[in-house]
């Protein structure tokens, strides 16, 4: 088995910031592509960040400039640095892996942790 958890959501006033973390367990061969989306009430859920096994990242335009991506091998987490928060900013959070789990490769997906910012 293998889990996602995320942490480090919250409620944090407009132009302020958090830090979001994920850590995956379980039966781990390897992670490949891990990333972080977001689904505000009423809307689907959308690409927030990805980053390779290799660090190279991928930005949605909303959070360009504003958030930052990293992972940890070591630790088998990814984190999500969010800078200068808008009420727009405002969903659940889920974090997402392509793991090989010495079976095969599947996709992951964390509970989700809520981050609400208040104008």
């Known amino acids: 088995q293998v889990q996602l958890v995320e942490s480090g959501g919250g409620l944090v006033q407009s132009g302020g910031s958090l830090r979001l973390s994920c850590a995956a367990s379980?039966?781990?061969?390897?992670?490949?592509?891990m990333g972080w989306y977001r689904q505000a009430p009423g809307k689907q859920r959308e690409l927030v960040a990805t980053?390779?096994?290799?660090?190279?990242?991928n930005y949605a335009d909303s959070g360009k400039g504003r958030f930052t991506i990293s992972r940890d091998g070591a630790k088998n987490t990814v984190y999500l640095q969010m800078n200068s928060l808008k009420p727009e900013d405002t969903a659940v959070y889920y974090c997402?892996?392509?793991?090989?789990?010495?079976?095969?490769?599947?996709?992951?997906w964390g509970q989700g942790t809520q981050v609400t910012v208040s104008s």
């Open positions: 980053i390779t096994s290799g660090g190279s990242t």
């Open positions: 379980g039966s781990i061969f390897r992670i490949n592509d």
């Open positions: 997402a892996a392509e793991i090989n789990n010495y079976r095969t490769i599947s996709g992951y």
